[in-house]
């Protein structure tokens, strides 16, 4: 694959975890610089701009303060209480979401359990092939170290998408991304206080932009049924976020913009501004939406 701006799309991958970096100069960058890809070839791997990790932001928010709780994620004794294969695959993006949280906050036991249950929703769904020999014995090696915790989920979580864009199923990953990434945004709207957590609050706004990302690649496969369900989820939430709107600052940070018919754009000196009444709305949709997959 051929690049005008050799690993800008990499950039966008991060907008979970997107930090306006500093420039050398104090002057705010002013122009928008379009990021645009020539290809010359099908892209043969594409999760580097298109499918959102928890882990990193799971990391972030404890840094940021917020503490651990429990009730936030979905008991492990539900698990055999999805039977369809839609309800089977998004649960298992839900459980991943759960991991990492529990192996950010180091919660040791929880984590093990976590473990083995998408491992074991792996066989369900028909992607045991991800959790390799060799993979699965790094985990049980470190099983006793929960500064690896993190590092074993997100391992994990990565062999899956690798998994399935070598297996060409794209689809089924579309839907396990972005119930993952809805679960994650539960856990982070539930466990901000809007008058306390400004950094955290942030990262929540940013996520628009995640939520941008994830319909464009969902939208690749909207012939498929369950696609278009897992779809019109996020479409719901994507009405909520729209009032979440760019503020100008006076930083010399990079930011990515949105501009007509899907294009990315990089910018400076603006970052996404959320009111109280936004929050609100966003925490309560995302609840709402959660609700409907975890039942």
């Known amino acids: 694959m051929k690049r005008n701006l050799k690993y800008a799309i990499a950039i966008i991958a991060a907008f979970p975890m997107l930090m306006y970096t ?13 990021v645009e890809i020539v290809t010359d070839e099908k892209p043969q791997n594409e999760k580097f701009y298109q499918i959102p990790a928890p882990d990193e932001m799971f990391g972030f928010i404890k840094k940021s303060g917020l503490t651990y709780n429990k009730a936030l994620i979905n008991s ?8 369809t294969p839609l309800e089977q695959t998004m649960i298992f993006g839900v459980y991943s ?29 028909g992607i045991s092939g991800a959790f390799n020999e060799e ?30 864009e070598q297996n060409e199923q794209g689809d089924k990953l579309g839907i396990i991304a972005a119930a993952g990434w809805l679960e994650t945004v539960y856990i982070v709207a539930n466990s901000i206080d809007y008058n306390k957590n400004e950094a955290a609050l942030q990262r929540l706004a940013d996520q628009k932009l995640t939520l ?25 939430l994507e009405v909520v976020f729209e009032p979440v709107a760019e503020k100008d600052t006076n930083s010399s940070g990079i930011t ?15 970052s996404l501004k959320i009111s109280k009444e936004q929050f609100e709305a966003i925490k309560s949709k995302v609840t709402e939406l959660r609700t409907k997959i975890v039942k």
């Open 22 to 34: 500093s420039c050398t100069e104090d002057k705010p960058m002013e122009e928008e610089v379009e």
């Open 212 to 236: 941008d990302n994830l319909l464009m690649y969902l939208d690749k496969y909207n012939g498929n049924t369950d696609v278009k369900e897992m779809t019109a989820m996020l479409k719901e």
């Open 76 to 83: 492990p004794q539900k698990q055999t209480s999805y039977t």
């Open 135 to 164: 993979l699965m014995n790094n985990i049980k090696n470190n099983l006793d170290k929960p500064e690896q915790l993190l590092e074993n989920s997100n391992d994990s979580y990565f062999s899956v998408v690798d998994y399935l």
């Open 97 to 125: 979401a759960d991991l990492a949280y529990t192996a950010a906050y180091e919660e040791f036991n929880e984590s093990i359990k976590y473990f083995a249950i998408i491992q074991k929703m792996a066989e369900n769904i």
């Open 256 to 270: 990515l913009k949105k501009k007509g018919e899907g294009k990315m754009v990089l910018g400076g000196g603006s």
